[in-house]
């Protein structure tokens, strides 16, 4: 049984309706019932998590109809939920549960600098509203190539790094303002309240710290950038990508930021990935950074989670670091720890029953587990 902090090589998993009730060794293992499952020559351990994707959003084998990631009409779009796009009857939820993916972080693209809401679910179930662990787990924001390309296009800013950044700066300025003149109204009633912003209103909780915000960047320098105005503006922020993080590993562990690594197995199919490397992860977690993988879904199937963390492994990432980036790290970077990513008493039930090593190449679990149903084999 992997927890995973530690490996009992004789362990149970008691649970209690949704919920793990107690682990432990078999010899304090409560008296054997009629249904109980016996797990003898097998690994149990938690459901897989995978910290940024963008599952459900551009749903496999759909083109077009399938594409709801990216509403490019303007730079920022902060009102924008992923619970009102994503489609739970994509296959890819099916494939991913199939390989021990059972929680997810999904949301919109990277297109725009400011392209929505993520939200935080489960992989089992047919309706959104029952899936969600959080409706609002990240507020996205993009730095790079990818928001350039969108607007160079169309010869509207941002068109360059410059233009990304401050296209940023200024709808958080702005929600700032928003937020000093509501509090203002609310202390003074001689004062009238702020006419009501739906785009202003998005961005509250991500300023009172009760959201977080996701950077995608990929340049050591687009990684500074996002980190000069998360201070700025005084965010609980996450790197996404991080691809060039392994070059400045030691700022990034004296910045005590999580990087969200992913994906890997892919190729160099633009500029601002030309040094991309599969030693990314590894270098950071030795640096002591906080480290979890992604897929990047569709950029890499979401069932390739598990597979994603072995390739990290053989290129110098140890596997306690590489079980914990799918598992614990992901938890603790959503503030989910008390629910996701252990097999800890009190956690949700999603778990995997695995024959052999997980993290090789065609391994799946023999059958997963979510909120205590067995939905897999």
């Not at 009629?34 to 690994?43: A, F, M, Q, S, Y």
């Not at 296009?153 to 702005?174: D, F, N, Y």
């Not at 959503?334 to 997980?358: I, K, M, N, Q, T």
Request: proline share 7%; charged share 25%; aromatic share 6%.
């Amino acid at each position: 049984m992997v927890t995973p902090w530690e490996i009992l090589e004789d362990g149970f998993v008691q649970i209690e309706g949704s919920k793990i009730l107690r682990t432990g060794r078999m010899d304090q293992c409560p008296p054997i019932t009629p249904g109980d499952l016996d797990g003898e020559g097998r690994w149990v351990m938690p459901g897989l998590i995978d910290a940024h994707c963008h599952l459900g959003m551009w749903e496999d084998g759909m083109g077009i109809e399938g594409d709801d990631g990216c509403e490019d009409a303007d730079p920022c779009m902060p009102h924008l939920r992923a619970i009102d796009a994503v489609n739970p009857m994509d296959r890819a939820f099916a494939e991913g549960l199939e390989y021990g993916v059972t929680t997810v972080v999904t949301g919109p693209g990277s297109g725009t600098p400011n392209s929505g809401q993520m939200c935080c679910m489960k992989t089992y179930g047919r309706r959104m509203d029952k899936m969600l662990v959080e409706p609002a787990a990240a507020m996205k924001f993009a730095l790079g190539e990818n928001p350039k390309g969108t607007f160079h296009l169309r010869s509207q800013t941002p068109v360059t790094r410059m233009g990304v950044a401050a296209v940023i700066r200024e709808e958080l300025t702005k929600a700032q303002r928003y937020q000093a003149d509501k509090e203002a109204a609310e202390q003074d009633e001689d004062l009238d309240p702020p006419e009501y912003d739906a785009k202003l209103e998005a961005l509250l909780p991500l300023l009172r710290g009760e959201m977080k915000a996701h950077f995608h960047a990929h340049r050591a320098d687009d990684i500074f950038t996002a980190i000069r105005i998360g201070r700025e503006f005084h965010l609980d922020f996450v790197l996404v990508h991080g691809t060039e993080g392994y070059l400045i590993a030691p700022e990034l562990k004296e910045e005590g930021i999580p990087v969200i690594c992913g994906p890997l197995l892919g190729s160099r199919s633009k500029p601002e990935l030309r040094q991309a490397t599969d030693r990314n992860p590894g270098v950071l977690a030795r640096a002591g950074v906080p480290v979890c993988l992604c897929t990047d879904h569709p950029e890499l199937p979401i069932q390739y989670l598990a597979l994603t963390a072995a390739v990290a492994m053989t290129q110098g990432m140890s596997r306690e670091d590489a079980v914990a980036a799918v598992t614990i790290n992901p938890a603790r970077v959503l503030g989910l720890e008390d629910r996701l990513g252990s097999l800890r008493p009190g956690c949700d039930a999603d778990l995997l029953v695995v024959r052999g090593d997980l993290f090789t190449l065609g391994a799946k679990p023999e059958m997963v587990f979510v909120d205590g149903r067995r939905v897999v084999g």
